[in-house]
């Protein structure tokens, strides 16, 4: 093999290649344009330039833990706003903000976008379930649905056609008469 064979080889291509992505903001109903690379989200403002998340309007205000969320090649996942660092991979197909330490993500799902800068999201099917900061699944997607905002130590879900409260060991506490 010669040298250049080795130092092509030895190329994260990954890191020379720019994907474009949309950040979300749910929590506020705001979306960006955005660019992922190596390994780092960016925001790309109308001048090309590239900035970090924080810079998203109430982005320092509203997402907790400093994680927002990115979609890039119709996968979900979570970037640290003030240096862009993707935080948890994007794997799925939905994931909402964090909100008490948890995420509501999804797989299998359509997903349906209002309005011309695709500021809110809407979840229709596939199975669903929270994760925590560090990506660690809480609740296991298994539910047909489900809330992006937990109450406290518990979350709203529906298995079986009916909405449920369950805890954060995945025990069902109790049916709920609506959502």
């Excluded at 660019?35 to 509203?62: I, T």
């Excluded at 979609?71 to 935080?87: M, N, P, Q, S």
């Excluded at 099917?125 to 937990?150: C, M, N, R, W």
Aim: net charge negative; glycine share 8%; proline share 3%.
């Amino acid at each position: 093999m010669s040298e250049f064979e080795r130092k092509f080889e030895s190329l994260d291509l990954n890191k020379l290649i720019m994907k474009k992505c949309m950040i979300y903001h749910t929590g506020v109903y705001k979306s960006s344009d955005g660019v992922l690379k190596d390994n780092k989200v960016y925001l790309q403002g109308k001048d090309d330039k590239l900035y970090f998340p924080e810079e998203m309007f109430m982005a320092r205000e509203e997402c907790e833990g400093g994680l927002i969320q990115f979609e890039v090649e119709g996968k979900w996942g979570f970037a640290d706003i003030y240096t862009g660092e993707v935080i948890i991979e994007p794997s799925w197909d939905y994931a909402g903000p964090f909100y008490r330490g948890y995420a509501h993500v999804a797989m299998g799902v359509q997903l349906e976008v209002y309005n011309e800068r695709q500021n809110y999201v809407y979840v229709y099917g596939g199975k669903h379930g929270y994760i925590d900061t560090a990506g660690k699944s809480v609740i296991p997607i298994e539910y047909e649905d489900a809330l992006d905002i937990p109450d406290a130590n518990y979350f709203k879900a529906v298995k079986h056609g009916k909405w449920w409260m369950v805890d954060k060991h995945n025990i069902i506490i109790t049916p709920l008469e609506a959502k």
